[in-house]
């Protein structure tokens, strides 16, 4: 690590102003960041901590719709949230990883093999943050990309509960990230299926299984459908065909489990 | 009921309460009064001239004490390689110069650049990265083919090519070899990669040199597996020093798998450093820095022929390999391709025509050397596959195409130079089959069926040589050194005994079970004995920790000491009980006169050893204090057969193991926990290779899987509940306890099963797929199923 200052205020506000600094970087849960920082991959001039701020923190439901602190940890989602999501949640790295990371943080990542932002595109999400709403179909830009302005936080999310929903993660062996991950969420207006880990392109949603499944919400439906191998990503565990073929293989599953 | 003292029982490692309960003392925990810390400028490309390296800018920088580069250590010695392989020709291997710093060239990533020596880690880091480098590229030879092309890039400028040495062992006649081929009634051929993995021992490693200017005295802690070793590499052939200004520490070390064994650059760079800064200096390696600067393990291609004859009977063997030695000779790196794999190449079966050749490489990578099993596994994989490949070629069934060929008769002089003295590979087997339930397989193939998952099972034998090893013997082959081992034991006058051994304990439990060897000689509690390991200022001498040797060739050392402690105590026993030593029996603790109600406690003799008033001093010194050094007669044999079960998903190519059932030979166990916990380990570093790990190069010789997030190593969930039995006992002739040594066969015997399950498993599905390199990722099944 480079050498950094530390603040770690207790409201948004004050984590705004804070932020405000040349160089200044939010710090989550710092299980992406602080690795980073080990490596020297980044040198900011002072770390921002929002785990102390109690406007960013829990997870509810009302309403059909599910609210989660962008502070919120994944430990917290997996206890809080509805059932899919804590699924999800439950699924991401290790118990300490899970206790420390948040979704706020991991949002802002947008890796292209994290688990969380499969969940916002198919479940209807809106990133607030302190300046704006982001609808979740806008905020995901590409690998390591979001719609977020420099030194804007994710202080909430929220997405609207569906009839029912699944996500299915295959594993890359390694890491245990997503090697890709589907998430498929039934709503009265129709199906969303979103994928993760796969794609050069970062995550996204796949409109034909979208279609197919709103018109008939059922495994076959899914026959004969099939995402771009071109635009799969290539890597030493696993070819374009081999995760455009998972896509197919989890979508199937995803839709069998609620079926 | 199991006995509770002694051999064969089970007391629970004592170590592990230090370790459990962070109280252990690893290198990194020691801090010695105004050390300086080492950063380590590596190279990011692989292959490269150094046209000049600027350390200006960094010499001003806070906390720089002094920066080191190739020019500073141009007159020490190179690091040794330990081996000299003669080739098919009767020349010497090709042996590079293997520089502390790159000296003019750059021939692998990770390699040491420069040093730079300052006040903290953070200040010596920040200096290296302010050092300017002018570096002119050269093509990096990676692919072992490739290098040996006629025109390939050279690793070495100063060497005629890429290669380190051409080998022939066993029969070396050609025709000979290829009349036996010729007259075949069938042959099964197979190509076949052993793939390069990374130790990944959880502790990195580390080093402190400190130099005394009041004594002229050097001491280095280090992260090792062999400190005796460590001392003689680095005192005679790279420093130059006198043995007994220098000593080595290893302590409590956090796993080695082989990686530990090597005589590193860090490791001469902070003794060396310590003295020309007037300061301690410490390294502690990250875990990035682990993964290109440890050295790697196997990396091997080989095409396998299998000759047999119209009744299945193995006639003969063929093998050429390309092993993959890394950018410099490493310590045992040349060995490891050669003997300690083509020796292997009988496995435990009868076959009369062996022919073995090995080519060995350079390239621009991270050295190769000795990882657990070391050649051995290379060997078993690649018998193993062929025997199950030409089984599906005969429609012969597996374990009977094995069982048929199997070597009955001991001792047996195989074709590849062993004498192996014991065993009964007829034992193991059936007590396979009975523990994987061998019979229940076709009923859970249907329930695996059912779900909409391949189910297979995967058998296969191996045979190791450890217990390393007779020294002329391996002195004939090349080895450069001896490889005994010693122990002292130490008794003191209240009866407690200290045993200084030259084994080294890194995981093994030595702490715990050499005591119980001991204590079970004399008779009294285990809580009365500990060894002392790991300090060349203790430990008289010993060759260290690895090749599965330590109880069977240090423990015999210690038993011969220990004999000569009885020896000699018997002897006062008979003069305070006025009896001749002849008639003196020693049981429990107690020494008696044979006939006779006289006794005299084990605390009372060692008393009058020390406190010698009653005592015949004319013809016995007082103490009692003896050290043997052992030499094996001959490598011991530990053998077993090894089932695998999996299941693998069709749709997407992922196996999970189902059932892992291992029968060995060990022959006589000290404690049977300790022997289960090694071959869980080495079961699940096989599982590894054969499921998960690969360190990955690419063309331009950058390591693809240079972290964990992509480097996979086996997790809990990766692994099944194991099935071990050792309950056949064949015991080696030739050393006093009967040991064999079980450290390396989980590791050596787990590949070819876990294949050989899952190509069964998909030849059930109707795939016919023959083969897959491993690791079998999901990715690789895929593939191959829809290939
Ligand atoms: C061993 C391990 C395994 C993992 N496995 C998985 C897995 O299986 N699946 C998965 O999806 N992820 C996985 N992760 C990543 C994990 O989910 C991280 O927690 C997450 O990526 C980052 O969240 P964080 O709170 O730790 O953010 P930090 O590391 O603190 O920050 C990450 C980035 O987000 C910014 N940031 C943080 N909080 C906010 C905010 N509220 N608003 C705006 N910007 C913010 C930071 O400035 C930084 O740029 C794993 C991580 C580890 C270490």
Aim: glycine letters at 10%.
């Amino acid at each position: 690590m480079y050498e950094f200052e530390f603040e770690k205020p207790s409201t948004i506000a004050e984590a705004v102003a804070a932020l405000a600094d040349e160089d200044a970087q939010a710090l989550g849960g710092g299980q992406t960041l602080i690795p980073t920082l080990k490596q020297r991959l980044a040198m900011p001039s002072k770390l921002v901590s929002l785990a102390g701020i109690a406007e960013m923190k829990g997870v509810s439901i009302a309403d059909g719709v599910l609210t989660m602190g962008g502070g919120a940890t994944h430990a917290e989602v997996a206890a809080d949230a509805c059932a899919p999501l804590a699924a999800l949640a439950a699924n991401i790295g290790d118990p300490a990883v899970r206790n420390r990371g948040t979704l706020g943080g991991s949002l802002a990542n947008n890796d292209p093999a994290a688990d969380y932002p499969a969940a916002m595109l198919a479940l209807k999400s809106t990133i607030v943050t302190n300046a704006r709403e982001i609808a979740g179909d806008d905020f995901f830009q590409g690998l390591f990309e979001t719609a977020l302005e420099e030194g804007e936080i994710i202080t909430s999310v929220r997405c609207e509960i569906p009839e029912a929903a699944n996500y299915q993660k295959f594993a890359q062996p390694a890491s245990r990230f997503a090697l890709a991950g589907v998430f498929v969420a039934k709503y009265a207006d129709g199906v969303r299926v979103a994928v993760t880990g796969a794609s050069e392109e970062g995550v996204f949603r796949w409109s034909e299984a979208e279609a197919a499944l709103s018109a008939n919400f059922a495994p076959d439906a899914l026959a004969g459908i099939s995402v771009d191998a071109g635009s799969m990503i290539a890597d030493l565990h696993g070819s374009k065909e081999y995760r455009a073929h998972l896509v197919a293989v989890l979508a199937k599953r995803a839709v069998a489990a609620l079926a | 009921m199991p006995k509770d003292n002694g051999i064969g029982a089970s007391p629970k490692r004592r170590e592990d309460v230090r370790f459990l309960t962070g109280a252990g003392n690893y290198t990194d925990d020691i801090n010695v009064h105004g050390q300086a810390h080492v950063h380590f400028l590596r190279a990011d490309v692989a292959h490269a001239t150094i046209n000049s390296i600027d350390t200006s800018a960094a010499e001003a920088m806070p906390g720089v004490v002094k920066i080191f580069t190739g020019a500073d250590f141009a007159e020490v010695g190179g690091i040794p390689c330990g081996w000299g392989v003669t080739d098919r020709h009767g020349n010497p291997q090709q042996e590079p110069r293997h520089p502390i710093i790159a000296d003019g060239t750059i021939r692998h990533v990770g390699e040491i650049v420069a040093a730079v020596v300052a006040d903290t880690p953070e200040q010596a880091r920040d200096a290296a990265e302010a050092i300017e480098l002018d570096l002119g590229d050269k093509p990096a030879v990676v692919d072992m083919a490739a290098a040996l092309g006629e025109g390939s890039t050279k690793v070495h400028e100063d060497l005629t090519s890429n290669l380190c040495y051409d080998w022939v062992f066993g029969n070396d006649d050609d025709a000979a070899v290829q009349a036996a081929f010729d007259s075949a009634a069938h042959v099964t051929t197979l190509e076949l990669v052993n793939n390069r993995l990374v130790a990944n021992p959880m502790e990195p490693r580390v080093a402190i040199g400190e130099y005394s200017r009041g004594t002229d005295e050097y001491t280095l802690h280090t992260t090792s597996q062999n400190p005796h070793v460590i001392r003689l590499l680095m005192c005679a052939f790279v420093l130059g020093l006198p043995e007994h200004k220098v000593r080595v520490v290893a302590p409590d070390v956090g796993g080695g798998f082989g990686s530990k064994i090597f005589h590193y650059a860090e490791e001469a760079f902070c003794t060396h450093a310590a003295k020309a800064c007037g300061r301690a200096v410490k390294w502690t390696s990250t875990r990035s820095e682990a993964f290109i600067s440890d050295a790697h393990g196997r990396d091997h291609v080989t095409k396998i022929e299998l000759a047999l004859d119209a009744d299945n009977n193995f006639t003969a063997l063929r093998t050429n390999t390309l092993a993959n030695m890394g950018a410099y000779l490493s310590t045992f790196s040349t060995s490891v391709p050669s003997y300690l794999h083509g020796t292997l190449m009988a496995g435990n079966y009868k076959t009369p025509v062996i022919q073995v050749n090995v080519k060995t490489v350079f390239t621009n990578t991270v050295p190769v050397d000795a990882y657990r099993g070391a050649g051995r596994p290379e060997a078993t994989f690649q018998l193993e596959r062929v025997i199950d490949k030409a089984a599906r070629e005969l429609g012969a069934d597996p374990i009977a195409l094995r069982r048929q060929n199997f070597i009955s008769e001991f001792p047996y002089e195989t074709p590849v130079a062993l004498t192996y003295d014991t065993g009964d590979y007829v034992a193991t087997m059936d007590k396979l089959e009975a523990v994987a339930d061998v019979a229940g397989f076709a009923a859970r193939r249907a329930a695996s069926e059912a779900k909409g998952r391949l189910r297979g099972f995967g058998v296969n034998c191996y045979i190791e040589a450890c217990g390393i090893a007779p020294s002329n013997i391996v002195g004939m082959l090349g080895a450069r050194a001896g490889l005994y081992d010693a122990a002292t034991v130490r008794v003191n006058a209240t009866g407690t005994i200290s045993v200084f051994v030259g084994a080294h304990s890194h995981g093994q439990g030595h702490e715990t079970s050499f005591p119980q060897v001991v204590a079970d000689m004399i008779g009294i509690d285990e809580s009365m004995v500990d060894i002392v390991h790991g300090d060349t200022g203790r430990v008289p001498f010993g060759m260290g920790t690895y090749g599965s040797r330590s109880i069977a060739v240090c423990g015999s050392a210690m038993v011969r000491a220990t004999e000569k402690i009885i020896a000699k105590a018997k002897k006062i026993a008979a003069h305070l009980m006025e009896a001749s030593d002849a008639d003196i029996e020693l049981k429990d603790g107690q020494f008696t006169v044979a006939g006779t109600d006289k006794s005299v406690a084990w605390g009372d003799v060692t008393l009058t050893a020390y406190v010698p008033h009653n005592y015949p001093l004319e013809e016995l010194e007082p103490g009692l204090e003896e050290t043997a050094f052992y030499d094996p007669a001959n490598f011991t044999y530990p053998s077993g057969a090894y089932a695998c079960e999996v299941e693998v998903d069709p749709d997407t190519g992922k196996v999970s193991i189902e059932r892992f059932s291992a029968a060995d030979d060990f022959g006589n166990i000290i404690n049977p926990m300790i022997v289960d916990g090694q071959v869980h380990g080495g079961l699940g570093q096989g599982i590894g290779q054969a499921l998960l790990e690969n360190a990955a190069y690419d063309a331009d010789g950058q390591l693809l899987s240079a972290s964990f997030m992509d480097y996979a190593m086996p997790r809990a969930d990766d692994v099944p509940f194991y099935q071990v039995d050792h309950s056949c006992q064949t015991p080696c002739t030739h050393n006093p306890l009967g040991v064999k040594g079980c450290g390396e066969a989980g590791a050596i015997g787990s590949p070819p099963a876990v294949v050989n399950a899952v190509i069964d498993a998909l030849q059930s599905g109707g795939k016919d797929v023959t083969h897959i390199d491993m690791p079998l990722s999901p990715a690789r099944v895929w593939a191959a199923m829809n290939g």
